[in-house]
């Protein structure tokens, strides 16, 4: 059993540009989120997913941030116009509905914005 | 303002001691709370939860209290290994309209150091 895998690991920009990442779940997990976590601190709740299905997106950060799912497998989190201070790292989680309530972690995607 | 504290940024401990890693939250409303360990560079990894209507749960080395009256948990880690280096946190949790898990709340981390 693979576990959730993000891509890229690191991911270098400059101020302004569009940056997209991916998140894999571990396979038959239908909840999907998506947090960010800066330095110092502890991972921060963004959004998440049951298949396809966006049930919270009032926690993402700004209307430059989005995230999809769209066939209830993979997603994306995608940042338009990234500033300096989206620097950070992006975590993706799973878990199966009503199965535990446990989430299990991705090795995230550390953005750095230049 | 932070909904999960955890106070002690660092700890330090004996190898084969008992390590007690504390947390206090201010909603009284979180319907289930976890412990997660992270390594540099790596995701963090799950450990051990208790739902808010129990006091006590235990998996192996791992053992979580709840206090509900206090707005307290710990996580006990007995006996300390030199493995069990690395930063904790304590996380909690509403259960969603569906009854499936809602995002994670964490705290700040504690960074356990065991000393050999």
């Known amino acids: 059993d693979t576990g959730v895998s993000q891509d890229p690991r690191h991911k270098i920009t400059k101020r302004g540009q569009n940056v997209t990442f991916r998140c894999d779940p571990i396979?038959?997990?239908?909840?999907l989120y998506w947090y960010r976590q800066t330095l110092g601190q502890g991972p921060e709740f963004l959004t998440y997913?049951?298949?396809?299905?966006?049930?919270?997106k009032s926690r993402l950060l700004s209307d430059r941030f989005s995230a999809e799912r769209p066939k209830g497998s993979f997603s994306t989190l995608e940042i338009q116009r990234t500033e300096q201070g989206d620097s950070a790292m992006y975590l993706c989680?799973?878990?199966?509905?009503?199965?535990?309530?446990?989430?299990?972690f991705g090795p995230g995607t550390r953005l750095t914005v230049t | 303002d932070q909904q999960v504290k955890q106070n002690s940024p660092s700890l330090s401990v004996q190898e084969g001691r008992i390590s007690i890693l504390n947390c206090d939250y201010t909603?009284?409303?979180?319907?289930?709370f976890l412990w997660y360990k992270k390594y540099p560079a790596e995701g963090p990894t799950f450990l051990i939860s208790?739902?808010?209507?129990?006091d006590k749960n235990e998996d192996g080395r791992f053992t979580v209290f709840l206090n509900k009256s206090a707005k307290h948990l710990s996580l006990h880690i007995v006996p300390s290994q030199p493995g069990d280096s690395a930063v904790y946190f304590c996380?909690?949790?509403?259960?969603?309209?569906?009854?499936?898990?809602?995002?994670?709340?964490f705290g700040k981390g504690t960074h356990l150091i065991i000393q050999p």
């Open positions: 989680a799973s878990t199966v509905h009503l199965q535990g309530y446990e989430q299990y």
């Open positions: 396979s038959e997990h239908n909840r």
């Open positions: 997913f049951q298949n396809e299905a966006q049930l919270e």
């Open positions: 909603n009284s409303m979180f319907d289930y």
């Open positions: 208790i739902s808010s209507i129990k």
């Open positions: 996380a909690a949790s509403f259960l969603d309209s569906g009854g499936g898990a809602d995002g994670l709340t």
